[in-house]
C-alpha cells in the first residue's frame, strides 16, 4: 500500500470544505518551512463548538489531502474535543505509514488549527520537545 | 569550458555494468534507480572495505602513537591526503586539510581567513547559485564584521550573467565566492574568467567545487583559485570529511579555526603556538577511517577515469532532456545540456514536486524535491520547490527511461480527471 491511493487523490482533488469564511472567529494560516507548503483554516465557533470550518492552500497531495479529512472530522466537534486530536489521530485518519518528511506534510493542517485556535507552537506530537 | 579542462588522454568508455557490480545496493532486481547523487552518493565496495581494513586490523589513533598500527594508521590516513592532493594537482600535500564536509571547509575559510581579512565596508561577492553552504557563512561574516554582500545574477537561461562581474568587482572587493557548478539546474560556471578577473581586481577567490570535483577533472594549479572545498561524500566516499585546499600563503598567514588536540605545538597556561600545516587546521581527532575511505573514493573514481565519467554523465543528461522534453507539462530549468552537468531540475505542472518524488519513489526511483538549500534561487525562479534528478558513473540509460516512465505514471495518477 502506498500513499497514492484513492482515498487520498479523491480528498487532494475534491476537497471537503475548501475555501475561506467571509467571517471567521479563528483564521490561521502557516507553511511548511521543508516544502512551502501553506494552509489556512478559519473557523466559526459557537457555544465552544466548531460550527463551520473552511480551509485553503497549497502544496502536495499528503498536506492537502490531510486538511481536507481533518475539516470533516472537526465539524460540529467542541473545541475541547479538537485540543485532543494527536499526531497519532491524524496517522490514523491518513490510514498509511509515512516517512518522516511526509508526516510533517500529513500534520501541517493540526499545526494550523492548533496554532490558531489554542495558541499551541509547535508540530503536533513535538510540542514538548 | 569543461572539454578544454579535461584530460582527453585518459579517456575511455565507461565499463558501467562493471562499476555497478561494486555498488551492492544495486544488486537488488530491478535495481533501485538512485538519481539523487547531486545529495550523496552511493559507496563502492573497495571504500567500504578500505575503512573495514582500518576498522578491523589497524584501528588506533593517529599521529604520536609509538606502535605499528598506530603508525599504519598515521600512513593510511596521510596517503589519503596525497591522494586527494594529486586529484586536484595540489602543488603541497600540506595545501589539503580534512574537514567534515564542504560547509565546514567553507566555514573554516569564513571565520578563519575572514576574521583577519574583511572589515566594515569591504565587499564579498557571491552569485544566485549558491548553495546555502556557501552563502550563509558569508552572512554570517557580514554581520560580524559590517561587509557587504553582493550578487552575480543569472540569465534566464540559468547560465551566470558575467558581463555584471566588471560592475560588481571594486577595490572594495575582498574575495568572490562561487559554486563551480549549480546543485540545482547543473550550471557549470566559467570560474576560470570569474578567477582571473577577481585576481585582477585584487580579490581572492573560494571555489565551491561539491558538484565539480567528483564529475570532472579539476585542477587547482590551472585554475590559480584561492580556496577550493568539497565533500568526500559526494564522490563515492564516506560522509563525515570533506576538504579545504588553500594556497599555502594564506594558509600559513590564517589564524587558527577550532583549538585543540593535534594542532598546536606547544602549549602553556595562557598561550600555545600552532602547529604547521596542515595540523594548525584540524584541531582533535579527525574521522580517521573516512579519511582512508576518501582516500580509497579517489582511487575508485581515477581509475574509471574523470573524463570518462563526465562523458557519461553528458550523455545521460542530453538523453534525459531528449526523452523528458517530450512529457506534456514538464517545465526543465536551466541551461542546455552541453552548457551543464548532470542535474536536471524540473516541475511537472499540476502536481508538487514532493508527490512527484512519492510517486516515483513506489517505482523504487529515487530522486530529490524541494528547495535544494538555494532558497534565493527558487525565489529567483518563482518556484516554492523542484524534483531535481542528478547522475554519476553508475547511473545507465534505462536509468532515465525508468525516470520517463516514472514521470508518466504520476501525471496518469494525478491529472487522471482533468
Redesign the interface.
Given at each position: 500500500m502506498?500513499?497514492?491511493q484513492e482515498e487520498l487523490?479523491d480528498h487532494y482533488?475534491n476537497p471537503s470544505n475548501y475555501g475561506t469564511l467571509p467571517n471567521p472567529d479563528i483564521t490561521h494560516e502557516e507553511d511548511n518551512p521543508?516544502?512551502?507548503?501553506t494552509i489556512r483554516m478559519d473557523l466559526v465557533v459557537e457555544d465552544d463548538t466548531i460550527k463551520e470550518v473552511r480551509f485553503s492552500g497549497q502544496?502536495?497531495?499528503?498536506s492537502q489531502a490531510a486538511a481536507s479529512m481533518l475539516t470533516e472530522k472537526i465539524q460540529g466537534k467542541s473545541l475541547e474535543e479538537v485540543k485532543q486530536l494527536s499526531r497519532d489521530d491524524i496517522m490514523d485518519m491518513i490510514g498509511i505509514p509515512l516517512g518522516p518528511v511526509?508526516v510533517k506534510?500529513a500534520l501541517l493542517a493540526l499545526k494550523v488549527l492548533k496554532a490558531g485556535a489554542y495558541g499551541i507552537k509547535g508540530w503536533p506530537g513535538e510540542e514538548n520537545t | 569550458m569543461t572539454q578544454k579542462k579535461m584530460h582527453t588522454s585518459d579517456f575511455r568508455p565507461l565499463d558501467v555494468q562493471a562499476i555497478r557490480a561494486d555498488f551492492p545496493i544495486f544488486a537488488d532486481t530491478p535495481p533501485l534507480a538512485f538519481l539523487d547523487s547531486a545529495a550523496s552518493t552511493q559507496t563502492p565496495r573497495p571504500v567500504v572495505d578500505a575503512m573495514d581494513a582500518y576498522y578491523d586490523t589497524y584501528r588506533s589513533n593517529i599521529h604520536r602513537g609509538i606502535y605499528r598500527i598506530s603508525e599504519e594508521a598515521t600512513d593510511q590516513y596521510e596517503k589519503a591526503r596525497q591522494n586527494v592532493a594529486r586529484l586536484i594537482n595540489a602543488p603541497r600535500t600540506s595545501e589539503v586539510i580534512f574537514t567534515r564536509n564542504t560547509t565546514e571547509s567553507i566555514n573554516l575559510v569564513a571565520y578563519s581567513w575572514g576574521s583577519v581579512n574583511i572589515q566594515q565596508g569591504d565587499e564579498i561577492v557571491l552569485t544566485d547559485l549558491e548553495h546555502h553552504s556557501n552563502l550563509v557563512p558569508w552572512q554570517m561574516l557580514a554581520q560580524r564584521t559590517g561587509a557587504t554582500l553582493r550578487y552575480l545574477e543569472i540569465t534566464e537561461q540559468g547560465l551566470l550573467d558575467f558581463m555584471q562581474l566588471h560592475d560588481v568587482l571594486s577595490e572594495k572587493t575582498k574575495l568572490v565566492a562561487i559554486t563551480h557548478v549549480s546543485n540545482v539546474l547543473g550550471t557549470i560556471n566559467p570560474i576560470q574568467s570569474v578567477i582571473d578577473a577577481a585576481h585582477a581586481a585584487g580579490a581572492k577567490v573560494l571555489v565551491d567545487a561539491a558538484q565539480s570535483v567528483p564529475h570532472f577533472h579539476v585542477d587547482v594549479q590551472q585554475l590559480d583559485c584561492d580556496f577550493l572545498a568539497f565533500s568526500g561524500h559526494k564522490m563515492c566516499g564516506p560522509t563525515g570529511v570533506g576538504v579545504l585546499y588553500g594556497k599555502m600563503d594564506l594558509l600559513e598567514e590564517m589564524p587558527p579555526f577550532l583549538g585543540g588536540g593535534s594542532m598546536i605545538r606547544s602549549v602553556e597556561r595562557d598561550m600555545s603556538t600552532y602547529a604547521d600545516l596542515p595540523a594548525k587546521f584540524e584541531a582533535g581527532t579527525p574521522s580517521i577511517a573516512e579519511a582512508i575511505g576518501l582516500g580509497a573514493a579517489v582511487n575508485y573514481i581515477t581509475k574509471a577515469g574523470l573524463a570518462s565519467i563526465h562523458v557519461h554523465e553528458q550523455e545521460l543528461t542530453k538523453y534525459a532532456h531528449d526523452r523528458l522534453q517530450k512529457i506534456e507539462g514538464i517545465t526543465i530549468y536551466g541551461p542546455a545540456p552541453h552548457q551543464k552537468a548532470g542535474v536536471i531540475s524540473f516541475n511537472m505542472e499540476g502536481i508538487?514536486?514532493?508527490?512527484v518524488a512519492?510517486?516515483l519513489d513506489?517505482v523504487n526511483i529515487a530522486i530529490r524535491?524541494?528547495?535544494h538549500c538555494a532558497q534565493p534561487l527558487m525565489k529567483k525562479l518563482d518556484v516554492?520547490?523542484t524534483a531535481r534528478a542528478s547522475f554519476y558513473l553508475y547511473n545507465t540509460l534505462e536509468d532515465v527511461d525508468r525516470l520517463y516512465e516514472g514521470l508518466q505514471k504520476a501525471q496518469a495518477?494525478?491529472i487522471r480527471?482533468k
Amino acid at each position: 500500500m502506498n500513499i497514492y491511493q484513492e482515498e487520498l487523490l479523491d480528498h487532494y482533488e475534491n476537497p471537503s470544505n475548501y475555501g475561506t469564511l467571509p467571517n471567521p472567529d479563528i483564521t490561521h494560516e502557516e507553511d511548511n518551512p521543508l516544502c512551502g507548503d501553506t494552509i489556512r483554516m478559519d473557523l466559526v465557533v459557537e457555544d465552544d463548538t466548531i460550527k463551520e470550518v473552511r480551509f485553503s492552500g497549497q502544496g502536495c497531495t499528503i498536506s492537502q489531502a490531510a486538511a481536507s479529512m481533518l475539516t470533516e472530522k472537526i465539524q460540529g466537534k467542541s473545541l475541547e474535543e479538537v485540543k485532543q486530536l494527536s499526531r497519532d489521530d491524524i496517522m490514523d485518519m491518513i490510514g498509511i505509514p509515512l516517512g518522516p518528511v511526509r508526516v510533517k506534510c500529513a500534520l501541517l493542517a493540526l499545526k494550523v488549527l492548533k496554532a490558531g485556535a489554542y495558541g499551541i507552537k509547535g508540530w503536533p506530537g513535538e510540542e514538548n520537545t | 569550458m569543461t572539454q578544454k579542462k579535461m584530460h582527453t588522454s585518459d579517456f575511455r568508455p565507461l565499463d558501467v555494468q562493471a562499476i555497478r557490480a561494486d555498488f551492492p545496493i544495486f544488486a537488488d532486481t530491478p535495481p533501485l534507480a538512485f538519481l539523487d547523487s547531486a545529495a550523496s552518493t552511493q559507496t563502492p565496495r573497495p571504500v567500504v572495505d578500505a575503512m573495514d581494513a582500518y576498522y578491523d586490523t589497524y584501528r588506533s589513533n593517529i599521529h604520536r602513537g609509538i606502535y605499528r598500527i598506530s603508525e599504519e594508521a598515521t600512513d593510511q590516513y596521510e596517503k589519503a591526503r596525497q591522494n586527494v592532493a594529486r586529484l586536484i594537482n595540489a602543488p603541497r600535500t600540506s595545501e589539503v586539510i580534512f574537514t567534515r564536509n564542504t560547509t565546514e571547509s567553507i566555514n573554516l575559510v569564513a571565520y578563519s581567513w575572514g576574521s583577519v581579512n574583511i572589515q566594515q565596508g569591504d565587499e564579498i561577492v557571491l552569485t544566485d547559485l549558491e548553495h546555502h553552504s556557501n552563502l550563509v557563512p558569508w552572512q554570517m561574516l557580514a554581520q560580524r564584521t559590517g561587509a557587504t554582500l553582493r550578487y552575480l545574477e543569472i540569465t534566464e537561461q540559468g547560465l551566470l550573467d558575467f558581463m555584471q562581474l566588471h560592475d560588481v568587482l571594486s577595490e572594495k572587493t575582498k574575495l568572490v565566492a562561487i559554486t563551480h557548478v549549480s546543485n540545482v539546474l547543473g550550471t557549470i560556471n566559467p570560474i576560470q574568467s570569474v578567477i582571473d578577473a577577481a585576481h585582477a581586481a585584487g580579490a581572492k577567490v573560494l571555489v565551491d567545487a561539491a558538484q565539480s570535483v567528483p564529475h570532472f577533472h579539476v585542477d587547482v594549479q590551472q585554475l590559480d583559485c584561492d580556496f577550493l572545498a568539497f565533500s568526500g561524500h559526494k564522490m563515492c566516499g564516506p560522509t563525515g570529511v570533506g576538504v579545504l585546499y588553500g594556497k599555502m600563503d594564506l594558509l600559513e598567514e590564517m589564524p587558527p579555526f577550532l583549538g585543540g588536540g593535534s594542532m598546536i605545538r606547544s602549549v602553556e597556561r595562557d598561550m600555545s603556538t600552532y602547529a604547521d600545516l596542515p595540523a594548525k587546521f584540524e584541531a582533535g581527532t579527525p574521522s580517521i577511517a573516512e579519511a582512508i575511505g576518501l582516500g580509497a573514493a579517489v582511487n575508485y573514481i581515477t581509475k574509471a577515469g574523470l573524463a570518462s565519467i563526465h562523458v557519461h554523465e553528458q550523455e545521460l543528461t542530453k538523453y534525459a532532456h531528449d526523452r523528458l522534453q517530450k512529457i506534456e507539462g514538464i517545465t526543465i530549468y536551466g541551461p542546455a545540456p552541453h552548457q551543464k552537468a548532470g542535474v536536471i531540475s524540473f516541475n511537472m505542472e499540476g502536481i508538487h514536486p514532493h508527490d512527484v518524488a512519492g510517486i516515483l519513489d513506489t517505482v523504487n526511483i529515487a530522486i530529490r524535491a524541494g528547495h535544494h538549500c538555494a532558497q534565493p534561487l527558487m525565489k529567483k525562479l518563482d518556484v516554492i520547490a523542484t524534483a531535481r534528478a542528478s547522475f554519476y558513473l553508475y547511473n545507465t540509460l534505462e536509468d532515465v527511461d525508468r525516470l520517463y516512465e516514472g514521470l508518466q505514471k504520476a501525471q496518469a495518477l494525478m491529472i487522471r480527471r482533468k
